[in-house]
């Protein structure tokens, strides 16, 4: 009888512990960053491009404040907006994430630049950004470079 009531205590004290830890782990999940890339480009590039989903599994919208790494003149979030025909690339003050929806940051949209780089990254290396969101939470997140589409032609650059 002892055997049988200490092993259904180990058994429900297991339990408890799964379920608490699944709580802890889904609690935590809040921003989630998927498929973060830096556009690849020649050694004398002024600028790069950062991008990526970023999934808020909150229940309150969420802004994405500002980006920082180490070896970059300036960063800046952006976004590529037609301006009667004309692309242009405009900064933002934030990037909105609703609750419980996504981001998508790509080319011809949302994005990142990464302005006047200490020494450009080549194809395969990772640029390690930290994201700072307006609910006091940032993430360090590595970015691998790689080959990615081309800009539109006709685009211009304004703040």
Known sequence: MFNKTATTIFVLIALLGMN?????????????????WVRSAPPNAPALGAFMQIHNNTNQDVKLISAHAKAYGQIQLHRTINDNGMMRMVEQEFMPILANKKLHLKPGSWHIMLINPDRVPSEGEVVALKLLFDNGTSQTVNFKVRKGQMMMKNHQHSK
Do not use: L, N, R
């Not at 608490?20 to 935590?28: E, G, P, Q, V, Y």
């Open 20 to 36: 608490t830890s699944f709580a802890m782990s889904h609690k935590s999940t809040g921003i989630v960053i998927q498929d973060p």
